[in-house]
């Protein structure tokens, strides 16, 4: 396993010490009860969590990916849906990391560690026609002399009804596709907003996931992340930058999975032996850690590597690598989750399909992973493109 370094040696600590003692006892009230769960987001804010990526100069703690992924992790182990808002938030505030001036960087970052209540982010790319293929968006922007007119509808946006900053992206022609694609970022109370309803999900239950609409919402310069058009590749760093973490995520799901399941099994008595001496029983949870293990390895990789990119410039050898390494870690977790907590239910037989014990959560929570941030059947195209962009560039 790549060594943490000593800060991120100390930052999981926290978050497992974290984890255990503030969210563990709180995951199952929280899937109940489907409410966002304030009190136990208030405290991530307390250890750092919201702002772990953002500079140290604007009261962040100048974290890294690996950072992310490590925290993502253990609050997954206790509670999916805390680690899905505490990572939808890092989410929406990367394009204010890759594209933002210093003063736009100040305005955000000082809502959110300077703010006496906790402010959170959302990232809105996805619409209700353009989910696996974004480039597709319909929500659209005109200028208005020196700002802009925003109108148009998001969809599936996680924190979206808890947020008070998004970052979105609109289109100045849909025709254009890609190329026509800009970055903002907006506050939720501006006039025009409206925030839809509360989807009832199978599981992540406790975070939001709304429709988000945009009725002629004024915009000025102030809220322009980057230039014009640009947006594509500050979607595009983000969600690179974004795909290991939800792998960890699932690698954390799938790691609590793993831990009562073989307690259980331990504890268990069947035919006058304990459930865990059954060979079947055995070779379940050794392949169930050995897939755990290979996917934390493929996440912490994909970090290293986008950790050691110089700045997101994405046309260059090492970005490239990085951005498979992060598709990768992302489908194969994600994949190894669900066929752990699915393992994990079956040891514990029919107890495991019932709401007291928290396995069948754990597999509700897993099946998100492979949906959200790129469905693993896109990240699969992915990864072979970029292995046969090599013959394309040799003609």
Not at 172 to 185: Q, W
Not at 255 to 284: P, V
Not at 302 to 326: K, Q, V, Y
Request: proline share 3%; charged share 25%.
């Amino acid at each position: 396993m790549p060594e943490l370094s000593e800060s991120n040696a100390l930052i999981q600590k926290i978050a497992e010490k974290m984890a255990r003692e503030k969210v563990a006892s709180r995951a199952k009230a929280i899937d109940a009860k489907c409410e966002f769960p304030w009190d136990v987001v208030d405290a991530c804010r307390e250890h750092g969590f919201l702002y772990l990526m953002l500079p140290e100069e604007y009261g962040g703690l100048s974290a890294s990916v690996t950072s992310l992924c490590v925290v993502i992790e253990e609050l997954a182990r206790a509670s999916g849906t805390t680690s899905l808002i505490v990572l939808a938030h890092n989410v929406g505030l990367m394009p204010i990391v890759i594209a933002a001036t210093d003063a736009q960087k100040k305005y955000v970052y000082d809502k959110v560690t300077q703010s006496k209540k906790t402010c959170l982010a959302a990232f809105a790319l996805t619409e209700p026609e353009a989910g696996s293929d974004p480039a597709r968006m319909t929500t659209t922007f005109v200028k208005d002399g020196d700002g802009y007119i925003l109108n148009g509808r998001k969809s599936m946006i996680t924190n979206g009804a808890s947020a008070q900053i998004l970052t979105l992206f609109a289109t100045s022609n849909p025709t254009l596709k890609h190329k026509g694609i800009t970055a903002f970022f907006i506050e939720t109370d501006y006039p025009g907003v409206t925030i839809g309803k509360n989807e009832e999900k199978m599981g992540m239950n406790g975070s939001d996931l709304t429709e988000i609409s945009f009725d002629n919402v004024r915009l000025t310069r102030d809220n322009l992340l980057g230039e014009e058009n640009d947006g594509w590749g500050v979607a595009m760093s983000t969600l690179n930058l974004s795909r290991p973490a939800v792998g960890a995520q699932a690698v954390g799901i799938a790691q609590g999975a793993l831990d009562f399941s073989a307690e259980y099994a331990w504890g268990r008595t069947q035919f006058g032996q304990r459930l865990a001496e059954h060979e079947g029983i055995q070779a379940m949870i050794g392949e169930m850690a050995t897939g755990i293990e290979a996917a934390r390895q493929l996440v912490l990789h994909a970090a290293l590597l986008l950790d050691e990119l110089p700045g997101f410039d994405r046309d260059t050898m090492g970005a490239m690598m990085a951005d498979r390494a992060s598709a990768m870690a992302k489908v194969y977790s994600a994949d190894m989750a669900m066929k752990v907590t699915t393992e994990a239910v079956q040891i514990l037989g029919s107890y495991g399909y019932t709401k007291d014990y928290p396995v069948e959560r754990m597999m509700r929570d897993a099946k998100a992973t492979q949906i959200y941030e790129g469905a693993n059947q896109i990240q699969r195209m992915v990864i072979a493109r970029s292995i046969f962009r090599k013959f394309k560039l040799k003609g």
